[in-house]
């Protein structure tokens, strides 16, 4: 355990000048994705996800993000928060947390299309846990094990805060949706000892639903929906990192299931296995990373787990229309 524990803190040292956490079920936590789906769906949308990256390590990296958004007619757009918690190491030596705010103004450019641009506000907190769980080669006797002190010095601040912005734009039409976002403008720090700014993150996205039958939603003999198809592209770059997620949804209410492929500028990361349901005003779904790069015996790819509710929609003085994506 201690050796892992080294291990995992000094891949996390060096891991915090690489990409953000990369959650699997993109449009089942959309604002984490883009701030612009702040009220994309009208009504009030909460999202919660769970996941658990590398559970073949000592310790897996954990992430729960929570998040709520509505859109308002007075402010012609939508409201959205967001909390997000990561824990990395063993016994989390090392956490990040984010509360984030944001705002997405929506207009309409044609009869059938509109577009959505958003600011995104947050307070970024950094943790170290220096003095529980962290060990150091000279504190080892090799045959008595942690026996002395350490002559590594403890940070001056083993907890800090930071402010952060992230911009984004949403186009959609009636059967397709694109968008763009740019995360971290200010870059900011995120070093213990010295200086060590987070990059930023450029995100492009798109996608769209084709309807199987004429007839949308039509329901069969067994209560099933209309099938829907919906191909995806993720693009993300971030700290000299290309990393590109291709997809596709079949939508067959309730049932949802669902099939990616990661892989970066030089390498193949994994395949994505999705599955959810959905009824009325809740959903539920769950995916698993299958790693297919050299880490694959190692890792035991990654388990995410979502949990989606939206509420009934308010009466609106206005007719707006909900983007129709993907759940997951």
Known sequence: M???SMLLFSATAIGQTGVDIPFSQFYANPIYLNPAFAGSQIAPRLSLSYRAQWPGLVSPYTTVS???DQYFDDLHGGIGAILLTDRQGDHGILISSMAGVMYSFRFQLTRDIYMSAAL???VVNWALNWSEYLRFPDQIDAELGIRYPTGATAPDDASKFSLDFNAGVLVNGTNWYGGFAVSHLTQPNQAFYSEDRVPMKITVHGGGLINVLEERR???SIGLGS???SPNLVYQYQGGLHYFNYG???????FIVGLWFRHGTNNVDAFIFQAGVQQDYFKVGYSYDVTVSKLANATAGAHEFTLGFL??????KKRVKAIRC???
């Open 326 to 328: 993907p759940s997951f």
């Open 248 to 254: 596709v949804y079949l939508d067959w209410m309730p």
């Open 120 to 122: 995104q506000a947050s």
């Open 227 to 229: 099938p829907v198809i």
């Open 66 to 68: 929570a998040s709520w």
């Open 311 to 316: 509420l009934p929609v308010p009466e609106h």
């Open 218 to 220: 039509r329901q069969s």
């Open 2 to 4: 201690l050796l892992g």
